[in-house]
């Protein structure tokens, strides 16, 4: 009988990570981990050094110390350095503008490599998964503010990133559309197997998508966990406080 070992590197791990801007330590000592086919939150107040570290995941920012690694390879310590568009690694920002005078299948090709049918065949896959056939030949401006960013995300996954980052993509949104958004958005991560790691400053966001939570404070990772477990077990009186909003 063969042995079956099941060990997978996670598909972004960061490692004592550090940056500091002037005598400000904004990152520190942040190590965590998100694993295949799913989706880890950093949650933390405005401020508290979220999108530094998600900046430097990305490569537009160096740390100044510590590893970042991609299924187990590493791309970046203070010495060795894969340039950004060399990691795969997708982006959704709240400013995730489109281009607007390219159409909606240009817009989700636009990453792509390859022959046209090919890309061709991602696009049209990809916009039936966000329900956005119908406006393959549109152009942006047609579309509501959700269908918009129905195709960002489209676009953002069209290269098959090995990890997707997230910084707080839904906050530019009405009320009303998020949480359908963030449904639809996570049922399509899923449905991609991307691994995903998610910014948001608001802790009903991270309960409502993610498998595992890093709670960060004054660029200190406090607490991490399943969310059922951040929730029930807060670290402190702070983290009491910060979660006391959700109703
Ligand atoms: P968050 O995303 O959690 O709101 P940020 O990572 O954007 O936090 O910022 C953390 C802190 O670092 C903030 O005080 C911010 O003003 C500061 N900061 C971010 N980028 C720079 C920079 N390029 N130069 C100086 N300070 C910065
Ligand atoms: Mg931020």
Not at 151 to 160: D, F, G, Q, Y
Not at 222 to 230: H, L, M, S, T
Request: proline fraction near 5%; aromatic fraction near 6%; hydrophobic fraction near 40%.
């Amino acid at each position: 009988m063969q042995l079956q070992t099941n060990i997978e590197s996670p598909r972004l791990e960061i490692r004592s990570l550090r940056k500091r801007f002037g005598n400000r330590q904004v990152v520190d000592n942040v190590s965590l981990s998100v694993q295949p086919g799913q989706v880890t939150c950093l949650l933390g107040p405005s401020g508290c050094g979220k999108s530094t570290t998600l900046r430097m995941i990305a490569g537009v920012e160096m740390q100044d110390s510590g590893e970042i690694y991609v299924d187990g390879e590493l791309i970046c310590d203070t010495v060795f350095r894969i340039p950004p568009e060399r990691r795969q690694i997708g982006l959704m920002f709240q400013d995730f503008a489109l281009f607007p005078h390219m159409s909606v299948a240009d817009n989700v090709a636009f990453g792509l490599k390859g022959a046209a049918g090919e890309k061709r065949r991602r696009v049209e896959e990809l916009l039936a998964k966000v329900n956005l056939s119908w406006a393959i030949d549109k152009f942006p401006h047609v579309l509501s503010g959700g269908e918009q960013q129905r195709v960002a995300l489209a676009r953002a996954l069209a290269p098959r990133p090995r990890i997707m980052l997230m910084d707080e993509p839904f906050s530019g949104l009405d009320n009303r559309l998020r949480d359908g958004i963030r449904d639809e958005t996570l049922a399509v991560l899923k449905e991609e197997d991307t691994a995903v790691l998610l910014v948001t400053h608001e802790p009903e966001e991270a309960m409502r998508m993610a498998d595992e939570i890093a709670l960060m404070r004054d660029g200190e990772i406090v607490q991490q966990g399943a969310p059922y477990n951040i929730y029930n077990a807060p670290v402190d009186k702070q983290a009491v406080a910060f979660f006391s909003d959700i109703n």
